[in-house]
């Protein structure tokens, strides 16, 4: 064999290799892109990005803030849709606009409902008879993380124990959520417990903590709410003793202030229904929101507020470890020290 011979044999060799290992692509371009995923609602979304860590893209067809009632699918959207390996919807009929959307991205796309195994609210007058708004019951929101978590694992079944792993981490912090909830909730004076707003977003709420909720235009923000719902509403405020009602984030105030008004109770908010929060709300995920809406009520129904102990802490009560005396770590107090570093 002479030389070139013998370099020909080890470069097509070593070819052979790279082509046989997928973990080592030829060069950049050649490899596998993350899979590529749709979310509806930021709910979603957000939820969605964190089980999916650094193994999948999550993109949400919703921006913070919008109101998922009345979104109108943009040209972006339609081709977000079409390039993607897997859709998540909220499902019970949320998203009226979806079937137009999959159409208009060229057909089929594998969908997974995230509501499904949930137990609806069923509710008169809407669309298939029931109410939409399940991620507002921690119990229900933990079936659809575990929906998406299986969805994730199908997909991508050789990353299955990280995506698992994240999941059970976000369920542990879900049942943290929950516990918190119902200790402040619980403090609200029972008469008390009426949660009245613009829409009806609250009902899973409402049913895992034994708070009645009332929306004065039902749950569906297209719905008109007549000048006798109003008028009830205003009778309710008021034989209830109800100190405060609640405007929404996606939702107009107009009614609300109406009640306020005429009652001279407190129109507090926002309470955050269908959307998390802008950047700067302090509700930019699922978690934050959620223990922003517990904030305003238990506060503006006579609670005794209690902050949602950060991840990691028995309780917000408990002396923190790192408030230590300075002295005992002197480069803690270092001006280049990352502990003092801001983002
Ligand atoms: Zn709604």
């Known amino acids: 064999m002479t030389l070139n011979q013998r370099l020909l044999l080890l470069a097509t060799l070593t070819l052979a290799m ?30 969605a990005q964190t089980l999916a860590g650094e193994d999948l893209r999550v993109e949400g067809i919703m921006k913070p803030g919008g109101d ?53 609210v069923t509710m008169e007058g809407m669309p298939g008879g029931v ?22 694992v199908a997909l991508l079944p050789d990353k299955a124990d990280g995506i698992r792993a994240r999941s059970n981490a976000y369920e542990a912090e879900l049942d943290r959520l929950d516990a918190w909830t119902r200790t402040n909730l619980e403090t609200i004076p029972e008469k008390q417990r009426v ?70 109770v407190k129109a507090l908010g926002p309470l955050f229904s269908d959307s998390i929060g802008t950047a700067g709300s302090g509700a930019e995920t699922y978690v934050a929101m959620y223990a922003k809406n517990v904030e305003i009520i238990t506060k503006g ?13 028995a309780a917000v009560t408990s002396a923190p470890v790192e408030a230590v005396p300075t002295e005992a770590a002197p480069e803690a107090a ?7 570093e801001t983002k």
């Not at 109410?131 to 994730?152: L, Y």
């Not at 899973?204 to 007549?226: C, D, K, L, M, P």
């Not at 984030?249 to 001279?264: C, D, F, H, K």
């Not at 270092?334 to 003092?340: E, K």
Request: with cysteine.
């Open 334 to 340: 270092a001006p280049n020290s990352p502990a003092t």
């Open 195 to 264: 949660l009245i707003t613009s829409h009806d977003a609250f009902n899973y709420f409402g049913r895992a903590y034994g708070i009645e909720v009332v929306g004065i235009q039902g749950s569906s923000t297209e719905q008109e709410a007549s000048q006798r719902d109003v008028a009830n509403t205003i009778e309710l405020v008021r034989s209830r003793s109800v100190p405060a009602i609640f405007i929404e984030s996606s939702v107009n105030p107009a009614l609300i202030e109406q009640v306020a008004r005429e009652t001279g």
């Open 131 to 152: 109410d939409p708004h399940f991620w507002f019951e921690i119990e229900s929101w933990k079936i659809a993380t575990g929906n998406v978590e299986d969805a994730f």
């Open 18 to 47: 790279l082509a046989c290992d997928p973990k080592k692509p030829v060069d950049p371009a050649g490899a596998a892109a993350p899979p590529y995923v749709i979310a509806t609602t930021t709910m979603i979304t957000d939820m």
């Open 301 to 313: 129904l006579g609670g005794v507020f209690t902050p949602f102990p950060a991840r990691g802490k």
């Open 68 to 120: 998922p009632h009345l979104h109108k699918p943009s040209i972006g959207n339609a081709r977000a849709t079409g390039v993607s390996d897997l859709v998540l919807t909220n499902g019970l009929y949320l998203e009226g606009w979806l079937d137009e959307l999959v159409r208009n991205a060229g057909g089929e796309r594998p969908v997974k409902v995230v509501s499904d195994g949930v137990t609806p």
